[in-house]
């Protein structure tokens, strides 16, 4: 009886760290290395600013906050990144983040200023973290990789936070590792 205990204690302190784990398939709605680029993709209160070789641009001019979409020759996305990082405008008016925010989270629902504590709380401990700088911005980097999902998934996640405010200010989904 005790070896068949000792067993299933076992057991289910190995499927633990599993269980911790969750892959993550969308980001503003996209799902990187399935979804084509479509000329009517639109994002609530964000127009589009430019297309140029690092990819397709939406901005908040007044938040600055923008949505960055990379595609392979196919049109299919490889890449999509939500950010926080531009500059406001000082005349901006507020206006309900709740609309704006609502189709930039990830598929578990992490969004743009959240506490960065949320993104352990919902993908478990990142694969690797530690300093960053963006311009005189000094963030924290958590870096997920998704390859023991499959590879029909993304396969790589950043989440930049903000090191003063430990707020969530860029996410990065790819299809393939960054």
Excluded at 79 to 103: F, H, I, K, W, Y
Excluded at 169 to 175: F, K, M, N, Q, R
């Amino acid at each position: 009886m005790a070896m068949l205990a000792l067993g299933l204690a076992s057991a289910s302190a190995q499927k633990a760290p599993s269980s911790e784990r969750h892959n993550e398939l969308t980001l503003a709605g996209l799902r990187p290395g399935l979804s084509k680029l479509s000329m009517n993709v639109r994002f609530p209160g964000l127009g589009l600013l430019a297309v140029d070789q690092q990819g397709y641009h939406w901005l908040d001019s007044c938040d600055g906050r923008t949505v960055t979409i990379e595609i392979e020759r196919d049109r299919k996305i490889s890449t999509v990144t939500v950010s926080a990082l531009g500059s406001p405008s000082a005349d901006c008016v507020s206006r309900n983040e709740r609309r704006l925010r609502a189709s930039i989270k990830t598929g578990r629902g992490l969004e743009l200023g959240d506490a960065c504590a949320r993104a352990t709380e919902l993908y478990g401990t990142p694969e690797s973290h530690g300093p960053s700088v963006r311009g005189s911005r000094k963030l924290e980097l958590l870096s997920y990789s998704f390859d023991w999902a499959g590879e029909d998934v993304p396969q790589s996640m950043e989440v930049s936070c903000d090191a003063e405010s430990e707020r969530v200010v860029e996410i990065t989904l790819a299809s393939a590792s960054l």
